[in-house]
């Protein structure tokens, strides 16, 4: 009995002097503490001092710079949601330096740089970073983070680097992937979970023939070291292979894999990770099958990374349907029983809901047949799954009622080029014609994630209501035997997808032009973009130097022909990841009217609560608004978004995200708008709340740089007067 009373007595002693075991904290009531708020991916706080009543109150309290941001060509973003532990602020800057703040004040504390730790030329500046994440162990503070393929181990009291963590303070991320090849992009650039004394990651890897295995991992947070690896693309005997027509798919296919975060079951010890599709995207000839664990939410073992339930919500994917953002676990009530379950948003404008223990639907999911494509090679899977329940959250289907009405010639310009594309189904394939895809390829749900509201059971996810045009082309295969024709073809297959067919850009403006690129870079200067990479664009380190040579050639449209035969070329036309996919596409190409607006009938940005125990929408309201086409008497119509929106216990949703650079509080029950300010760029970033000395905050990034608005560097907090 001494012995016990003893025991107790220690146990009540450690937990008043905060002592830690090898986990990182739970979630305070003050704090945010992960990617998400918490590790279930809630985005929500029970924090009350702001509420309904007094958020019209909310002022400036601190705004940080992070003095890095692209403001000449405005190409750089901040993406990232900030984290807080007792009272410090972790984020990172547009060019991926990370920081930490006095969380009351936003005074600097430190900052450490991880280009200084790597030669410039093994560093992939592509992407942008969403977060970073936290560890302790009694006085071993550590902050994870990653930049480019690179993962780092940082002192959270100092910001250096922890030197005995992986290769002197970093692991590269091209290592310990099971593949035979190390000359593939990859970056991470959404934080991992952590469960007890391992770092669980995924990563971002190209979306054509040359992408990397999308395996998901977890490391030693000691020391570095890599203590288990999940095959997305599963190998000979593991489960899953027989989904793969080609036996050897696992040798060539790449992709699958998971970029947008997970969410952590600490007490089950279940992870959920959602994965993305397999590539290439929008061709799968050298793919038949469903291509398990591509488009899959994968329930797996924390500590071993061993398969509990999985479940597909795309079936060989061929129009880009990403698992956009971690799921939310959430606990809701049905048949008068709670139930633990896990909810996945989709792009397509879904929400699967699954049992948390067993992956068994909440709701019923019907496999429904879908059309056929007529492509050579083609083979689409003839049905997909369709949830019954909750309600879809965006339109699904562009119909000629859905034209835009904003105006007469407006319908008139869209209705033109919607009558020559190929439509009439959710899942209508892709076409040489061009096909409508809708919503499109950034939602629907985004990575910005949903939230979930604790008290009520209620989920609010933002979403896109936009129509997007995919056009397939073919690649020629012939030998190539001069510099302008293996320049053209290297260009399409490798840069047409965003830069457009003919060098035109994106129509959304997050890819340049390249027509004339000529009068801004010299030969060097482009050579030395597609070795190391530059903002978005990742390096292409997958291409000979000869390769090179030619596409820079295309580029800069120097003079003259040069007959080349050249023996990398001739191996690399052995290698069937290349020659396999016969067609690219002309790009990313979002459907606008004659004035860059949607073409689709308004809203196009939304904000929805979704019931997810009777799976009802409560309520939509527009997210953004186009003062200009306001003022001409259009009803609000919502803008294009990114970034999620977050919950709290009162009795608000805040949320940035639209294109009109705003930052607004709506009430939870009804979507009133009940606050908003200006930011100084866009904040397509998640916002986090927090309480430091019995004071409540609120941060988002204001970092801009999509969609055509201006680049940002700061960091604004809010709180009451």
């Not at 009373?5 to 904290?25: E, G, H, Q």
């Not at 004035?595 to 196009?604: C, L």
């Amino acid at each position: 009995m001494k012995k016990y009373l003893l025991w107790a007595f220690l146990v009540l002693v450690s937990a008043m002097l905060n002592l830690s075991c090898d986990f990182a904290p739970s979630q305070t009531s003050t704090d945010w503490t992960t990617y998400g708020g918490d590790k279930e991916g809630s985005r929500y706080s029970a924090l009350t001092q702001i509420n309904k009543e007094n958020v019209k109150n909310l002022k400036v309290a601190w705004i940080y710079r992070t003095g890095d941001a692209d403001t000449i060509n405005n190409r750089s973003q901040i993406q990232c949601q900030p984290i807080v532990i007792k009272g410090v602020l972790y984020a990172s800057s547009p060019q991926k330096k990370f920081f930490a703040l006095d969380a009351s004040t936003g005074k600097e504390l430190w900052i450490f740089d991880p280009l200084k730790e790597i030669s410039e030329g093994e560093y992939a500046w592509a992407g942008t970073n969403r977060g970073v994440t936290y560890w302790e162990s009694g006085e071993d503070k550590r902050i994870l983070a990653t930049a480019g393929a690179y993962l780092f181990a940082i002192n959270a009291k100092t910001g250096e680097i922890i030197r005995s963590f992986g290769k002197d303070g970093k692991v590269d991320l091209h290592e310990d992937l099971d593949y035979h090849k190390k000359d593939f992009f990859i970056v991470s650039n959404t934080p991992g979970i952590v469960y007890k004394d391992l770092l669980i990651l995924g990563m971002r890897v190209s979306e054509g023939a040359d992408a990397a295995p999308g395996h998901v991992r977890a490391y030693n947070i000691k020391t570095g070291k890599r203590e288990w690896i999940f095959h997305t693309i599963p190998r000979p005997k593991e489960f899953g292979f027989d989904t793969w027509e080609d036996s050897a798919a696992w040798r060539k296919v790449g992709g699958a894999n998971n970029w947008a975060g997970m969410s952590l079951d600490e007490q089950r010890g279940i992870i959920f990770v959602p994965t993305g599709s397999a590539a290439f995207d929008f061709y799968g000839g050298n793919r038949k099958g469903a291509n398990l664990f591509a488009n899959c939410l994968i329930a797996l073992k924390a500590d071993t990374g061993e398969r509990i339930w999985h479940f597909q919500t795309v079936h060989h994917d061929i129009w880009d349907r990403d698992l956009p953002a971690n799921p939310n676990l959430v606990t809701i009530t049905k048949d008068g029983k709670p139930i633990d379950a896990v909810a996945q948003i989709t792009k397509h404008g879904f929400v699967f809901l699954f049992e948390r223990e067993t992956g068994k639907p909440i709701f019923p999911i019907e496999e429904v047949a879908v059309p056929s494509s007529d492509l050579a090679g083609e083979q689409t899977y003839p049905t997909q799954p369709i949830p019954s329940l909750p309600e879809p959250f965006v339109r699904q289907l562009f119909t000629q009622e859905e034209i835009t009405n904003i105006s007469p010639e407006a319908n008139e310009y869209v209705k033109k080029i919607w009558q020559g594309l190929r439509k009439g189904h959710l899942f209508t394939p892709p076409s040489k014609e061009g096909t409508i895809i809708f919503p499109g390829f950034d939602g629907g749900g985004e990575w910005g994630g949903a939230s979930f509201d604790k008290e009520s059971g209620i989920l609010y996810v933002n979403a896109n209501e936009m129509a997007w045009i995919l056009k397939i082309i073919d690649i020629e295969q012939a030998d190539v035997l001069d510099f302008a024709k293996m320049g053209r073809n290297i260009y399409v297959k490798n840069c047409a997808v965003c830069h457009g067919e003919n060098r035109e850009g994106n129509t959304g403006g997050n890819y340049p032009p390249l027509v004339d690129i000529k009068k801004k870079y010299k030969q060097g200067d482009v050579v030395n973009i597609l070795n190391n990479g530059k903002g978005m664009m990742p390096a292409f380190k997958q291409l000979s130097n000869g390769e090179k040579e030619a596409l820079v050639a295309y580029l800069l449209e120097i003079e003259g022909k040069k007959e080349v035969i050249m023996k990398e070329v001739s191996e690399k036309k052995k290698d069937k990841r290349s020659v396999e996919i016969p067609y690219t596409t002309t790009g990313y190409n979002r459907f606008f009217d004659q004035n860059g607006y949607p073409a689709v009938r308004p809203p196009w940005g939304t904000l929805n609560a979704i019931d997810l125990s009777s799976g009802k929408i409560l309520w939509k309201v527009p997210l953004g608004e186009y003062e200009e086409l306001t003022k001409k008497g259009v009803p609000i119509t919502g803008t294009e978004n990114y970034g999620g929106p977050i919950t709290t216990k009162g009795g608000l949703v805040f949320i940035g995200a639209s294109k009109d650079e705003k930052f607004r509080a709506f009430d939870k029950d009804n979507g009133k708008i009940l606050w908003e300010t200006k930011l100084p760029a866009a904040g397509y970033a998640t916002p986090c709340t927090y309480e430091v000395n019995g004071k409540q905050y609120v941060v988002i990034a204001a970092g801009g740089g999509k969609i055509g608005t201006k680049s940002g560097d700061a960091y604004v907090a809010f709180a009451l007067e």
